[in-house]
């Protein structure tokens, strides 16, 4: 009997013990579920990695550009504000943007629309400078120096994309490439640009936007016209040491003349052309371009060359076509002389250009 008593008690003892530890287990889960599912107020996140202050440098600085033919909207593109003076405020863009027009406007980040002045253009550089009135200025871009910059430091810009709908934006990467080379077709001749490569998004629209640095300044002017439709994560900028030496002679409507040589070429690879010409091309002679026919009284018929001519070197400086010749060549001024070397007849020849001609004579 007392055996059966114990085991009573112990049965109703674990009975009670297990009930009341089953309350205090849910009463503790409950707790910890209305802790997590409490809403958190108050949070501040501090981002560190941000270039939130060099986009202020310059967003309002950056402007859409709208070029018409008559009334007709015929092209969009970017540019910026680079100075201002009492009366103006002066803008660069890309000469393709506005090279087809004779109205232009441009868009404030405001969204306010007001009429642009062509100031000055260049087909080679494809830069181009407008003029606002003054009172529209929202801000003012730094110039900096992309030498300072070296591959792999972050760059972003800002532009356009696509048009109007997408003003305003920013895209980021690093500088890609220094010192760069590439080849563009104008509207008359193949020639190369020196640039800066980024893999930071240019796309339609952002054309005549800058390339920015982690403080802001601008290092280079974009060009869609360098970009092919089948390349991805390459775009090109033109370096702004370059466009400031033709800033001034623009803001004064004035042609930047380049020298000319008088000739008349062709690439050493045209087979057929040159077949056509009567002109063979030694075998062991595999870069150059090769002169079809000179002009009369301009350096190069001064200084002897002729019909049938290789170029090879201008200043001791490889050429490997038409357009790199016209590269090297446009490094110089009228009236600089350069040394041209060429072959003929199985010879190495050497000859003094006096760049004494430009497009303006």
């Known amino acids: 009997m007392k055996e059966k008593i114990t085991y009573i008690i112990t049965t109703v003892t674990a009975l009670f013990i297990g009930i009341i530890g089953t309350i205090i287990v849910e009463n503790k889960l ?8 409490e809403p958190v107020s108050n949070v501040n996140i501090t981002e560190t990695n941000t270039i939130k202050t060099a986009i202020d440098e310059i ?13 007709t909207s015929i092209a969009t593109g970017t540019g910026f504000v680079y100075k201002q003076d009492e009366k103006k405020g002066y803008i660069i863009t890309n000469h393709h943007v506005i090279e087809q027009g004779n109205k232009f406007k441009v868009v404030l980040t405001t969204g306010e629309e007001v009429e642009a002045t062509l100031l000055g253009s260049d087909e080679y550089s494809d830069i181009a400078v407008l003029s606002i009135a003054q009172e529209n200025v929202k801000k003012v871009a730094r110039l900096g120096e992309s030498s300072t910059t070296e591959i792999g430091d972050t760059v972003f810009t800002v532009g356009s994309p696509l048009g109007k709908e997408y003003m305003g934006t920013v895209t980021k990467g690093i500088l890609s490439g220094k010192n760069r080379t590439v080849t563009i077709n104008t509207s008359s001749s193949s020639m190369m640009l020196e640039v800066l ?4 998004a240019i796309n339609p629209g952002n054309s005549g936007g800058p390339l920015v640095n982690i403080n802001g300044e601008v290092i280079g002017v974009n060009s869609m016209k360098l970009v092919e439709n089948e390349i991805e994560g390459m775009g090109f900028a033109i370096p702004i040491e ?10 004064n409507g004035e042609t930047i003349n380049r020298p000319l040589v008088g000739i008349e070429m062709t690439d050493i690879t045209n087979a057929y052309y040159l077949y056509r010409q009567g002109i063979s091309i030694p075998k062991d002679i595999e870069k150059g371009v090769v002169i079809i026919n000179v002009t009369d009284d301009y350096p190069a018929q001064k200084a002897g060359l002729q019909k049938g001519d290789i170029i090879i070197e201008i200043n001791g400086n490889e050429v490997t076509d038409s357009a790199h010749f016209r590269y090297l060549l446009y490094k110089y001024e009228v009236g600089d002389s350069i040394e041209i070397t060429y072959y003929r007849n199985n010879k190495i020849e050497k000859s003094t250009l006096k760049l004494d001609k430009s497009a303006e004579d």
Do not use: G, H
Request: aromatic share 6%.
């Open 59 to 71: 967003y309002d600085a950056v402007v859409l550009v709208e070029t018409y033919n008559n009334t």
């Open 30 to 37: 409950t707790k910890k579920s209305n802790t997590t599912t």
């Open 242 to 251: 370059l466009v400031k030496t033709i800033l001034e002679r623009l803001e």
């Open 197 to 200: 490569q980024t893999d930071a």
